[in-house]
């Protein structure tokens, strides 16, 4: 068996349970904020209990209706989460409180047959933007609620 490299989202910072899941999609803004993209959504919720942070990710069949397709969509997210998760730890920590964000896609995806290259490419550079401007948006709640 492998040890887990510490940037690897291991299932200590994953969100697993639905009722989790639930809590955060029906958070509201003063402990939870919400960021948008192209084609996903993410919203982060505050948790001032334990100062570390915690990925779920959501594709739904609606938008993506093969499962092929849903599974690529959650590869590239947790990817993304993978190579941000350093900064948002190291904000975690400063302000001293927990986040549980969860990732989804929110509008219908149309998977070509061919390029798939290129389309894997888009849809990463939607989710690094998505996750710079969520950290953005943390960081602005964090210093106006300190």
């Known amino acids: ?51 570390r942070v915690r990925y779920g990710f959501t594709v739904g069949k609606k938008f993506a209706v093969r499962s092929v397709d849903r599974n690529l969509v959650k590869r590239l997210l947790r990817e993304s989460a993978r190579s941000n998760s350093a900064a948002f730890e190291a904000l975690a920590e400063e302000k001293k409180v927990g986040l549980d964000i969860n990732l989804r896609l929110k509008k219908k995806y149309v998977f070509p047959a061919q390029s798939l290259k290129s389309l894997k490419q888009e849809i990463r550079a939607d989710a690094d933007l998505l996750m710079k401007n969520l950290y953005d948006k943390v960081t602005q709640c964090c210093k106006g609620g300190s």
Do not use: V
Request: charged share 35%.
């Open 1 to 51: 068996m492998t040890k887990l490299k510490d940037s690897s989202l291991g299932p200590e910072k994953r969100i697993k349970s639905s009722s989790e899941f639930l809590r955060i999609l029906q958070a509201r803004f003063p402990e939870a904020t919400k960021c948008y993209s192209e084609w996903f959504e993410a919203k982060a919720l505050f948790k001032f209990e334990h100062a």
